[in-house]
């Protein structure tokens, strides 16, 4: 039987003008497709007017940290939990993550911000000691720049304790304790970073700038405890004579004398408070002018002083309220009233004032004995 194999089909090759008339066809079907498709408005993508906020809120581009309290974009939120998460990391790569957040916001200014990072890194509690005496360092500089010295020196001890002789951290402490003024501390530190270099510019400055300093301070101490021990002898001497006058005064009780219910509140008695000159006291004393409603504040007037040798010298010069001229020392009469207690009396103006202060009707208020004054005679009206 003979055996006839099947020849192959012969395929035509399609001409240049077929081609670009099959093209054409298939264009026009994708058109019609498309143009036959229902139309939606993409959602999906950032809004043309807030497309810069939307990037600022990528992990990938934000030029700025989030602000805090600030909600975190879902993609950031994930890398932080993988990034802060205590299963997936050591202690040691956490205190070195936290670090670098705080050293992030450190150079932001951020200082608040940087202390929180630092102290979540130490709370890590690593093994790691240079890690540590770096997050204390940090953490101190952070302290230093928002003026909290003391919490700064603090800080800088523990980063030495850690890790003694940190050149950052003694220099930091140095300059703490002397704006602390703990010159002797800062002296101290000084003398450490001299131990190692002896040409350390900046240890030498601050040193003889604490001693220096120390030295004034001292003196200047020494000089208030002279003028505190002078004041304190003078108050025990004018207490001693006033209770040997046994003067009426106001709100006193017990054989003690209150010097403070002797302070003047009159706005003109300020820091004239009695005092004792030569043995005697002188005294603020006001003296009332009822019918022209004006006063005189007499700063010093001593206790041995007569009435009428003040009024003498008040009215040497006729005031400008007396237009008539009638205020004159042998027309005038003095008196005594207490509104609260309602008393009044006459005052003999040819006594001192230490005899009339003797009286015990009168009652010295504020330090500052009160009398009033007026025209008695042909003057009077």
């Given amino acids: 039987m003979e055996n006839h194999s099947a020849k192959p089909k012969k395929t035509s090759q399609m001409t ?68 802060y998460d205590e299963s997936e990391n050591t202690p040691e790569e956490l205190a070195a993550t936290y670090k670098e957040d705080g050293n992030f916001n450190f150079k932001c200014k951020k200082y608040r911000v940087a202390i929180i990072s630092y102290t979540e890194g130490l709370r890590q509690k690593c093994s790691d000691d240079s890690l540590n005496a770096q997050l204390f360092n940090n953490r101190a500089a952070a302290h230093f720049f928002l003026k909290n010295y003391r919490s700064c020196l603090a800080d800088c001890r523990a980063a030495l304790k850690v890790q003694p002789g940190y050149p950052k951290a003694l220099s930091r402490a ?6 602390l003024s703990l010159f002797d501390d800062c002296i101290a530190f000084c003398d450490e970073m001299l131990a190692t270099s002896t040409s350390n510019k900046e240890a030498l400055e601050l040193r003889a700038k604490a001693v220096a300093t120390k030295k004034r301070a001292e003196m200047q101490a020494r000089r208030q405890a002279v003028a505190r021990r002078k004041q304190e002898a003078e108050e025990k001497e004018l207490a001693a004579a006033i209770k040997e006058r046994n003067l009426n005064i106001e709100g006193q009780s017990g054989p003690e004398i209150k010097l403070k219910l002797l302070q003047p509140i009159s ?3 300020v820091q004239k ?12 004393v006001i003296l009332l002018y009822p019918e022209y409603e004006t006063s005189d504040y007499i700063q010093e007037f001593p206790e041995d002083c007569r009435f009428e040798d003040q009024l003498t010298t008040i009215f040497e010069t006729p005031p400008e309220w007396d237009k ?51 025209v008695v005679g042909k003057d009077r009206k």
């Fill in 273 to 284: 408070r009695v005092h004792l000159s030569e043995g005697r006291l002188v005294w603020p």
């Fill in 16 to 83: 240049d003008e077929e081609r670009l008339q099959l093209a054409e066809k298939l264009d026009k079907e994708l058109d019609e497709y498309i143009a036959g498709l229902e139309r939606r408005p993409y959602t999906e993508g950032w809004p043309e007017d807030r497309w810069r906020e939307e990037m600022e809120k990528h992990p990938f581009f934000m030029t700025k940290p989030p602000e805090e309290g600030q909600p975190l974009s879902p993609l950031l939120e994930g890398i932080q939990q993988l990034k």
């Fill in 324 to 374: 008539e001229g009638k205020y004159r020392p042998e027309n005038l009469r003095l008196w005594y009233e207490d509104r609260e207690e309602k008393v009044k009396f006459p005052v003999n103006k040819e006594n001192t004032l230490g005899e009339t202060l003797s009286d015990k009707r009168i009652i010295i208020r504020n330090g500052t004995p009160v009398f009033c004054v007026e």
């Fill in 174 to 179: 140095a300059e703490c304790s002397f704006r």
């Fill in 267 to 269: 706005p003109h008695g």
